[in-house]
């Protein structure tokens, strides 16, 4: 039996998937954490924590659609 070769554009493709994902769960817990706590620095602290988390994703989106574009020009 033969084993089909994933190209490297879709691997990262879904690599990247699975990262964005596990950042989505990653803002859910951190929001959860946000509106269930009432002390100021860990009202802060989780607010910088979304605000990193929301960076990431941004980077991750730009990355996916650059990956994807090299795709479209294979």
């Known amino acids: 039996m033969k084993r089909r ?3 490297p554009i879709r691997q990262a493709r879904e690599e990247l998937i699975k990262e964005i994902e596990a950042l989505n769960q990653s803002m ?3 929001n959860s954490h946000f509106e ?3 002390d100021p620095d860990l ?3 989780y607010i ?3 605000n990193a988390i ?3 994703y941004k ?3 730009r990355l996916m659609r ?3 574009a090299q795709g479209n020009l294979s």
Do not use: H, W
């Open 66 to 68: 650059s990956i994807e």
């Open 54 to 56: 929301s960076f990431r």
């Open 5 to 7: 070769k994933i190209s």
């Open 28 to 30: 859910e817990i951190a």
């Open 36 to 38: 269930n706590v009432s």
């Open 59 to 61: 980077y991750l989106i």
């Open 43 to 45: 009202i802060d602290s």
């Open 48 to 50: 910088y924590e979304m």
